[in-house]
Structure formats: C-alpha cells, structure tokens
C-alpha cells in the first residue's frame, strides 16, 4: 500500500492555482492587500484621494489579469492542452480561474465606487459633488482605451521590454515604490 499516487503532482498544481485564486476576492472584499502609509503628513482629504487612484489602479490590474486569462482559457480550450501524465484537462481550472478573476474586478468596482464616494464626500459637509462622476468616466474611459487599444499598447510595450530591459526594471521599481506609498 506505500504506492506513489501517479500523477498527484498534476493534481496538486491545477489545485493549487485555482485555490490561489481563490484567495483574491477575500482580499479584495476585506482590504486585505498589502498597503504602507508613510505620507503621515498629508491632509485626510488628499489621502482619501489617494486610495481612490490606488483603487483604480488595482482595478485595472484585475480588468487586465481577467481579460488576458479569459483569452488564455479560449486558447487552452481550442488547443486541448492536458497535463503530461494522467491527461487532466486545463481548460475547467482555467474557466473557474477566470470566473474568480472577474468576481475580483466586480469586487474592486465596488471597493472603488466606495472609496470615491468616502474621499468626494470629505469636506463637503457629506453631500457627493461632481468628481465622483468624473472619477467614474474616467475608469470609463481607461476600460475603453485598454479594450480598443489593448493589443497595439502590448506590442509596444513587449518591444520596449526587449530592447530596454534596465529602463523597464527601473520603471518597474519606481512604480512599485509609488503604489506602495498610497
């Protein structure tokens, strides 16, 4: 009875992802993701405003992850990829990944509508003003630039990739660096 299960390693691995997943939505939902504050000096209003940017940005990461991976599940799917040994098909752990994906980009919508109207409502004495629409039609209009113009910006930016990958590292840090801050 001390038999090797063939094949667990495949198991475990398509497992694993949709279990990591998994844990995206929770995070989400609860705040949970990373977030250092070291702008103690700055008004309440502006720091409202600046977890209002780092929610679109997290949301725009999530809209892309989502989108990309749902292509990635098409691919998968017509292609009929299956692990080495026990031929377990990728395309259900792909469709329940994306699935997850999009659960995280409907949940970070919300996180982002509340969180515009926390930082709107913020020295007005309560009442929404204009920049909540504004805020809303410009996450508008970035969707729409992504889904228009996807393809044209990710070849650029793969070509970047290759021919400066130390401006890109750089870039990389300085932006982590920044999103960290918020």
């Known amino acids: 009875v001390r038999m090797p299960v063939i094949g667990l390693n495949e198991y475990v691995q398509m497992f694993f992802a949709v279990a990591v997943a998994a844990t995206f939505p929770a995070a989400i939902a609860t705040r949970g993701?990373?977030?250092?504050?070291?702008?103690?000096?700055?008004?309440?209003?502006?720091?409202?405003w600046l977890t209002v940017l780092g929610s679109v940005f997290l949301f725009v990461l999530f809209f892309i992850l989502a989108w990309q991976v749902w292509l990635k599940t098409i691919d998968v799917g017509e292609q009929?990829?299956?692990t080495q040994i026990v031929r377990l098909p990728h395309q259900p752990f792909f469709i329940v990944i994306t699935a997850i994906l999009v659960l995280c980009v409907v949940s970070q919508a919300i996180v982002l509508a509340v969180d515009t109207a926390r930082a709107d409502v913020s020295g007005t004495g309560g009442y929404l003003t204009f920049r909540t629409p504004l805020v809303f039609l410009a996450v508008a209009a970035l969707f729409a630039w992504f889904y228009l113009g996807f393809d044209d910006f990710a070849r650029s930016a793969t070509s970047f990739a290759w021919h400066s990958p130390a401006r890109l590292a750089g870039i990389v840090f300085g932006l982590m660096w920044v999103s960290l801050l918020l």
């Open 33 to 48: 993701h990373l977030r250092i504050s070291i702008l103690g000096n700055i008004s309440e209003r502006l720091k409202a």
């Open 80 to 82: 009929g990829l299956t």
